[in-house]
């Protein structure tokens, strides 16, 4: 009885601290996001084969850009703030190109998605100071990954 109720505590904390790391931003689809981004830059397929359907869909991003108050952090990127006052951060971490340099840190970010467009080319969250918009990139280019739950 000992050990089912020590393994039962186990499994409590556990579930508890992977809610932890997802946060509520009250959007309409009931989305939760992860409080940080993934680490390191991903291809399409890098992102698809390594994090699936925790990889959020173009229109998980089309609702976190329409629903949510984005605040400019200089040198940073965005705190997104949701419908219901909780709020995540995305660093302009700037991206990757298909020859491996890395530009725009600092001054934009770019969020892949899971979202394709033909062979060549996928759909991305793409963000600077004073836009944030869906955008159509290089599916070699890599990205930022933030996911949902």
């Known amino acids: 009885m000992k050990k089912l109720f ?12 992977m809610a932890q790391d997802y946060v509520d931003l009250g959007l309409p689809s009931g989305t939760l996001w992860k409080r940080q981004n993934e680490s390191g830059f991903y291809t399409y397929e890098e992102a698809i084969n390594r994090f699936g359907n925790k990889l959020p869909e173009r229109h998980h991003l089309v609702e976190l850009k329409d629903e949510c108050t984005w605040i400019w952090m200089e040198d940073y990127g965005y705190k997104v703030v949701g419908p219901n006052g909780n709020s995540i951060t995305l660093p302009a971490a700037g991206y990757r190109d298909c020859d491996g340099d890395v530009n725009a840190v600092g001054t934009r ?16 969250l793409y963000f600077g100071l004073g836009e944030v918009r869906m955008y159509t990139g290089n599916r070699c280019y890599g990205l930022s990954v933030r996911l949902v739950q």
Do not use: K, M, N, Q
């Not at 020590?6 to 601290?17: G, K, Q, R, T």
């Open 109 to 124: 970010g770019f969020y892949r998605s899971s979202t394709s467009f033909g062979s060549d080319l996928a759909r991305h």
């Open 6 to 17: 020590s393994l039962c505590l186990i499994c409590l904390l556990a579930v508890s601290a």
